[in-house]
T-cell receptor
């Protein structure tokens, strides 16, 4: 059974700092890995999707990497801003097109 | 862009009542819809997968008679929590998958916070 773990559970940084969020998964037989953002009491916004054949994806200040063989992904956020404060969720796509989510990292960027 | 509308965003109800949550895809046809539940500070857990016109497939441990899912059209799926109890209080999120242009996309609703007193 696929399990997804995210570290740290919470992170508080000053504005402008670069930061890395970590995600690991137990079963490397995944199709894709996706990073989402969730604001309090809201739905999910897709940030980046990495296909299993890819190593990384970039969008603006965000860069996500994938090392399928070791079961790891990182989300790098450059020059963090208070508006980046949210919960970041990592999810892997497996059999049956099902998403398995991690518990998330709660990020707070202080101004 | 494509939007998935989920309604209501928040509901408070008495124990024993039934609550219906709607999930609509506004500008694409959702061949598959997923329903998730999220407890505070925990992962989103998939409850069930529904394909238009067929019965939903429930994940292990999810009671199909308690969480009734209907996907009667390509743009609407509903989740009914029957005889709700306080332990059913949670954040419920739907997602819809469908073809948008040449790609298959997955979009999430904004969620429903259910509080059962």
């Amino acid at each position: 059974k696929q399990e997804v773990t995210q570290i740290p559970a919470a992170l508080s940084v000053p504005e402008g700092e670069n930061l890395v969020l970590n995600c690991s998964f137990t079963d490397s037989a995944i199709y894709n890995l996706q990073w989402f953002r969730q604001d309090p009491g809201k739905g999910l916004t897709s940030l980046l999707l990495i296909q299993s054949s890819q190593r990384e994806q970039t969008s603006g200040r965000l860069n996500a990497s994938l090392d399928k063989s070791s079961g790891r992904s990182t989300l790098y956020i450059a020059a963090s801003q208070p508006g980046d404060s949210a919960t970041y969720l990592c999810a892997v796509w497996g059999d049956g097109n099902k998403l398995v989510f991690g518990a998330g990292t709660i990020l707070r960027v202080k101004s | 862009g494509a939007v998935v509308s989920q309604h209501p965003s928040r509901v408070i109800c008495k124990s024993g009542t039934s609550v219906k949550i709607e999930c609509r895809s506004l500008d694409f046809q959702a061949t598959t819809m997923f329903w998730y539940r999220q407890f505070p500070k925990q992962s989103l857990m998939l409850m069930a997968t529904s394909n238009e016109g067929s019965k939903a497939t429930y994940e292990q441990g999810v009671e199909k008679d308690k969480f009734l899912i209907n996907h009667a059209s390509l743009t609407l799926s509903t989740l009914t929590v029957t005889s709700a109890h306080p332990e059913d209080s949670s954040f419920y999120i739907c997602s819809a998958r469908g073809q948008l242009g040449n790609n298959e996309k997955l979009f999430f609703g904004s969620g429903t916070q259910l509080s059962v007193l």
